[in-house]
């Protein structure tokens, strides 16, 4: 017999432990190489396990158990034969005699008729109150929901009824469901709860706010939209816009673009974009590296994928990893004004809301126009006011008129087109 000792691979850099969220498969069962047998979650992202052998599995850790790196979770028996299909034998009891198929069903209609003759006073239900129980809780305006029965199989007695507390009016308790259940966090959520209450605790975090005239980039979709999306397979959203506008701004105002450890700073002349994209699994953070250098085409296309991965649970930890600056979109769930809570090591983070048409004063006259506010938030310990303010107006400014800020005055160039 051979077997193989599966072990927990490393997820990433600085990784050691993983919980094991979901056994995807049962012990005994068999499994074909590849195939996911498990859910890991880290303290970044929750992961496939699949199988490296064909072969029979034995489970060595418990769902919600944490383990080690390197660790082994599980046995697969690589000599043991796939076991054969049962589709034979359901195709032989399907060709069983009309005969033998009515001799095995009488009894069960007898059974039944049986059952319907027993008087109905010979058994109750849990939680059916006796007749005397029940002319009590009329009395009180109570109904057998709100008390537990003591009797046999959880029968309501005369006793339940006359100690049953009645609810005092307009208390939560007077009618409706009461239930309540418990789960586990997994450990992706508690590392993150541990995250987020860190830089409350530990950053000098403030938020500045503007707002951004949505109109040049709406006419900008509407006139190329068909066309780039023929052109390089992916749409022109609203991200590549904010992305260029970001990345803009941070090389005019490079301590935005840095992270604070102890007594240094760290400035980088690069700009990895942290974007967060909704999953399955929560908000995940997935990164486009070197986000200065890339097209409207290279940002759209980059999103998209990493977008996909996260709702396919196909993104690795690497891919969320070294973000310098991050934008997350509030506003695909309806949020009119927000403060982000900034992503550490990250000393910066921008906040995108809902497009609201609302009226603003243009040239002296009031005119309807998609707006949207911005937030963004800082370390306050790295980031001066007047950096803040500068760099979200410099975003504004980018957004507000795209064709001289980000296109260079020709925006079928810069789309490619």
């Known amino acids: 017999m051979s077997i193989l000792e599966m072990k927990v691979p490393s997820p990433g850099e600085s990784i050691t432990e993983v919980e094991i969220a979901t056994w995807l498969v049962q012990d005994g069962d068999y499994v074909e190489k590849d195939q996911p047998i498990a859910e890991v979650d880290s303290d970044k992202a929750t992961l496939e396990l699949p199988a490296e052998q064909s072969g029979i599995i034995t489970l060595k850790a418990e769902e919600g158990e944490v383990v080690q790196v390197g660790q082994v979770v599980c046995l697969i028996d690589v000599d043991a034969a796939k076991p054969a299909s049962d589709a034979p034998v359901a195709a032989e009891n399907a060709q069983a005699p009309q005969a033998e198929q009515k001799t095995v069903e009488k009894p069960e209609i007898v059974q039944e008729a049986k059952k319907e003759e027993k008087p109905a006073a010979a058994s109750y239900a849990a939680g059916t109150p006796s007749p005397a129980a029940k002319k009590i809780l009329d009395e009180k305006g109570m109904t057998s929901t709100q008390v537990s029965g003591t009797g046999k199989d959880g029968r309501i007695t005369k006793q339940d009824a006359e100690t049953a507390a009645v609810p005092a009016m307009g208390s939560a308790s007077a009618g409706g469901s009461r239930a309540a259940s418990r789960t586990k966090l997994s450990m992706l959520r508690r590392k993150l709860a541990v995250r987020l209450v860190s830089v409350k605790n530990e950053t000098a975090m403030l938020t500045t706010f503007n707002e951004v005239d949505m109109s040049e980039i709406f006419r900008i979709r509407k006139q190329y939209k068909d066309e780039f999306s023929q052109k390089h397979g992916v749409g022109l959203g609203f991200m590549s816009f904010f992305t260029k506008a970001v990345t803009r701004a941070l090389q005019m105002y490079p301590d935005v673009n840095a ?124 980031i001066d006011g007047r950096e803040s303010v500068g760099f979200l107006v410099a975003v504004k400014e980018g957004i507000d008129n795209p064709v001289e800020h980000l296109m260079n005055g020709d925006e079928r160039k810069a789309l490619e087109l």
């Open 259 to 382: 992270s604070i450890d102890g007594d240094f700073k760290t400035n980088y002349e690069f700009c990895d974009m942290s974007i967060a994209v909704s999953g399955p699994k929560g908000l995940m953070v997935p990164v486009l590296r070197n986000a200065e250098n890339m097209t409207f085409r290279g940002v759209e296309a980059n999103i998209k994928s990493l977008a996909d991965k996260v709702r396919e649970g196909g993104i690795s930890v690497d891919e969320m990893t070294g973000g310098t600056f991050t934008i997350t979109n509030g506003g695909v769930f309806g949020s009119m004004l927000s403060t982000p809570i900034i992503n550490p090591p990250q000393s910066a983070i921008l906040g995108m809301h809902n497009i609201i048409q609302r009226p603003v004063a243009v040239d002296g006259q009031v005119v309807i126009r998609p707006m949207m506010y911005l937030a963004m938030s800082y370390d306050h310990r790295i």
